[in-house]
T-cell receptor, first 118, second 109 residues
């Protein structure tokens, strides 16, 4: 089956530092990946769509300069939370869409990254 | 964004069938109906998806109304491992997913 690996699974950082989260599709190519965040007891909120070789598309209200997305290869997208503050503490989840025709409508999700900013 | 409506919570006894409903009255003709489930502190897991016809796989069945304005996810025999939040999501080919609040399923031993 399609596997998406997300790293790290949890991270604690000091306020003002930057944190990078990696999302890899292990056994398929993904020209499109997605980044979500989830606060406790809430649903997933789409942050941005990551496109291989081009700029990411951000959802309304998401600061592109704060949440930097790079999708440099067909199997890797990264999310960098710049100058993190306690309010950025959340569960960040990525997903990748399998571009094969038969699975084109399915997104496969990573296990998530728990970010705690002190 | 096409919206879905699901009950906030449901309960089921272990080894009994579970029917999880979803209403999507504003669905467009190209929207697929997707179901995912999420365990605490984990990413969502794909369950099933369909367009017009009912679908079956090893995890569940998906029953889609003839007018496509509603659907039902069927777990044939609930186990304790099926306790999760179940999300019904609409998405066309290449479209983003916008998650609703989902249904929290409790399985009673």
């Amino acid at each position: 089956g399609a596997v998406v690996s997300q790293h790290p699974s949890w991270v604690i950082c000091k306020s003002g530092t930057s944190v990078k989260i990696e999302c890899r599709s292990l056994d398929f190519q993904a020209t499109t990946m997605f980044w979500y965040r989830q606060f406790p007891k809430q649903s997933l909120m789409l942050m941005a769509t990551s496109n291989e070789g081009s700029k990411a598309t951000y959802e309304q209200g998401v600061e592109k300069d704060k949440f930097l997305i790079n999708h440099a290869s067909l199997t890797l997208s990264t999310l960098t939370v710049t100058s993190a503050h306690p309010e950025d503490s959340s569960f960040y989840i990525c997903s990748a869409r399998n571009e094969r025709k038969w699975a084109k409508n399915i997104q496969y999700f990573g296990a998530g990254t728990r970010l705690s900013v002190l | 964004d096409a919206k879905t409506t699901q009950p906030n919570s449901m309960e089921s006894n272990e080894e009994e069938p579970v029917h999880l409903p979803c209403n999507h009255s504003t669905i467009s003709g190209t929207d697929y109906i997707h179901w995912y489930r999420q365990l605490p502190s984990q990413g969502p897991e794909y369950v099933i998806h369909g367009l017009t016809s009912n679908v079956n796989n090893r995890m569940a069945s998906l029953a889609i109304a003839e007018d496509r304005k509603s659907s039902t996810l069927i777990l044939h025999r609930a186990t304790l491992r099926d306790a999760a939040v179940y999300y019904c999501i609409l998405g066309g080919t290449g479209n983003q997913f916008y998650f609703g609040t989902g249904t929290s399923l409790t399985v009673i031993p």
